[in-house]
T-cell receptor, first 117, second 114 residues
């Protein structure tokens, strides 16, 4: 079965410093992994996705994530935080039930990112 | 395309009333997902459809919840009777193709049951 664990419920960094949001996954086959962002009172927006091509994936707003199979990790990073990055971030994996080829989308519990001035 | 469209954006109803949430997926997408978001439980998958057929409804909390997808361009999530603990933001999302494609989300319906 596929699942995803976000290791930190809340991360706080100063503006201009690096961001690291951690995500570990479990998967019985090559997973598709995503990061979504949700700004306050807004819907969810795709940041980036990994689909077995390059292991380092670049997304919008300067974010990137590296797929590390040996560590079963897909951590999200950004070199320099901006105030507008304050939001909730979700790590996502797709999962397929044994009785169907139709895969579903499983969200992690989310990490709230706060940016200090 | 206008994206995934949900209606209403906000709904306030009294306990015991029937509530119907609506979703129009992106044209051509063959998957549709219903999620519920609360502070306590985060984002929970309630049910999802593939080609209008429900694939997995194990996330539906109880018999008071039902979802339908009568055609490729419309889905409803119904709660009858509603209870205060159903208060949450309900998101609809759609996706085209296989497991490596991203889902697009609507803006959500904020439901308050008083």
């Amino acid at each position: 079965a596929q699942s995803v664990t976000q290791l930190d419920s809340h991360v706080s960094v100063s503006e201009g410093t690096p961001v690291l949001l951690r995500c570990n996954y479990s998967s019985s086959y090559s997973p598709s992994l995503f990061w979504y962002v949700q700004h306050p009172n807004k819907g969810l927006q795709l940041l980036l996705k990994y689909t077995s091509a390059a292991t380092l994936v670049k997304g919008i707003n300067g974010f990137e994530a590296e797929f590390k199979k040996s560590e079963t990790s897909f951590h999200l990073t950004k070199p320099s935080a901006h105030m507008s990055d304050a939001a909730e971030y979700f790590c996502v994996v797709t999962r397929r039930p044994s009785y169907s080829s139709a895969s579903k989308i499983i969200f992690g519990s989310g990490t709230r990112l706060s940016i200090r001035p | 395309d206008a994206g995934v469209i949900q209606s209403p954006r906000h709904e306030v109803t009294e306990m015991g009333q029937e509530v119907t949430l609506r979703c129009k997926p992106i044209s051509g997408h063959d998957y549709l997902f219903w999620y519920r978001q609360t502070m306590m439980r985060g984002l929970e998958l309630l049910i999802y459809f593939n080609n209008n057929v429900p694939i997995d409804d194990s996330g539906m909390p109880e018999d008071r919840f039902s979802a339908k997808m009568p055609n490729a361009s419309f889905s409803t999530l119904k709660i009858q009777p509603s209870e205060p603990r159903d208060s949450a933001v309900y998101f609809c999302a759609s996706r085209s193709g296989g497991s490596d494609t991203e889902a697009f989300f609507g803006q959500g319906t904020r439901l308050t049951v008083v």
